[in-house]
């Protein structure tokens, strides 16, 4: 059953696009809070290093990334999805981590957001205390970086470095859950923190956007939306191949999705090259509502299916688009 959930789930995740996105709550925060090892009377202002080029990923899983963003991870740290929140997780057992949110601020400038943001914590947690508060640079940007503590059971210290960049705040959450502190490691990171409007990524994955199309966030799912409304949008699903091989696991696929859909028709099937790895492509039409075809880009690694979804909601076809940008997507493992 769980094949046949993540197969509709690149279709549930998106067909929602056609209804209005709402503006969002301000700044959604990770974990809990923290005490930092500075009094609050007398900060240390932390150290801003020269902006870096953006690092190359030597393959080995030296990038931590999402929807836009990525930056490099220091030694012993660990990409891990813990309740379905991609995170970072420090050396030992500690289970401190670092997290980043992404959140469409329409219109609000940083300052607003983050005060904004810190009057929501205030008025959830009963014993909230802000305890850092000040301006940074973040690998060139301007930034806010404040730190918190609160009754949050298991938490000893919330920090949280937020920088916003064409209309989208970046929240880099760091909580450090005991006695044990990683902030040089966190601020090393930090200072390695890439914005890019130009690549749609996730976990270990990436692809080039084509101009005109958006990500965006949507009920904490990350899609990436075509130009002009129609809802059309393309998202990635990964998941274990439990072993089968590529054709199996597609045709396992397909089989689930024919008895699920009444009205289920295959119109592709075939396979393909995406940038020098070999995929399967199929494409579909059922009885689900609103969806006019849906496209899927399915390639192996390591053990893991990567499954690229196109969403065409209405007549206007973005195929040459996608394509386009398949042809870029990269796996890192």
């Known amino acids: 059953m769980k094949r046949l959930f993540v197969a509709l789930l690149a279709l549930f995740l998106v067909v929602g696009l056609t209804a209005c996105?709402?503006?969002?709550?301000?700044?959604?925060?990770?974990?809990?809070?923290?005490?930092?090892?500075?009094?609050?009377?007398?900060?240390?202002?932390?150290?801003?290093?020269?902006?870096?080029?953006?690092?190359?990923?030597?393959?080995?899983?030296?990038?931590?990334?999402?929807?836009?963003?990525?930056?490099?991870?220091?030694?012993?740290?660990?990409?891990?999805?813990?309740?379905?929140?991609?995170?970072?997780?420090?050396?030992?057992?500690?289970?401190?981590?670092?997290?980043?949110?992404?959140?469409?601020?329409?219109?609000?400038?940083?300052?607003?957001?983050?005060?904004?943001?810190?009057?929501?914590?205030?008025?959830?947690?009963?014993?909230?205390?802000?305890?850092?508060?000040?301006?940074?640079?973040?690998?060139?940007?301007?930034?806010?970086?404040?730190?918190?503590t609160s009754d949050f059971p298991g938490v000893h210290t919330m920090y949280q470095f937020i920088v916003e960049a064409d209309g989208i705040a970046y929240v880099i959450t760091y909580t450090r859950m005991d006695e044990t502190d990683y902030l040089d490691d966190v601020l090393d990171m930090l200072h390695t923190f890439t914005v890019s409007e130009a690549l749609f990524a996730g976990n270990d994955w990436s692809m080039e956007i084509v101009t005109g199309w958006a990500v965006m966030e949507v009920a904490g799912l990350t899609v990436l939306t075509a130009p002009g409304g129609s809802g059309s949008n393309i998202n990635v699903v990964t998941e274990s191949t439990q072993g089968m091989s590529l054709d199996d696991y597609t045709d396992a696929t397909l089989d689930m999705l024919a008895s699920f859909f009444e009205e289920f028709e295959l119109v592709i099937d075939e396979h393909i090259s995406i940038n020098g790895k070999n995929g399967i492509f199929i494409a579909y039409t059922s009885a689900f509502p609103g969806v006019h075809t849906t496209y899927q880009f399915i390639i192996e690694v390591?053990?893991?299916?990567?499954?690229?979804?196109?969403?065409?909601?209405?007549?206007?076809?973005?195929?040459?688009?996608?394509l386009d940008m398949v042809e870029t997507f990269t796996v890192v493992r």
């Open 302 to 322: 390591g053990g893991m299916a990567y499954i690229i979804t196109y969403t065409r909601m209405d007549e206007t076809d973005y195929l040459d688009d996608v």
């Open 21 to 148: 996105v709402e503006t969002p709550e301000p700044a959604e925060t990770p974990p809990p809070p923290i005490e930092t090892p500075v009094p609050a009377e007398t900060p240390v202002p932390l150290e801003t290093p020269e902006p870096e080029e953006p690092a190359e990923d030597d393959g080995n899983g030296t990038l931590f990334a999402g929807a836009g963003w990525s930056m490099e991870i220091a030694d012993g740290w660990t990409v891990m999805e813990e309740i379905g929140v991609h995170a970072l997780f420090a050396p030992g057992e500690t289970g401190s981590n670092i997290n980043v949110v992404v959140e469409h601020i329409q219109g609000m400038s940083l300052v607003d957001y983050v005060d904004a943001s810190l009057d929501m914590l205030a008025a959830f947690f009963e014993e909230f205390e802000l305890i850092r508060e000040e301006g940074i640079s973040i690998n060139g940007k301007d930034g806010i970086f404040i730190a918190y």
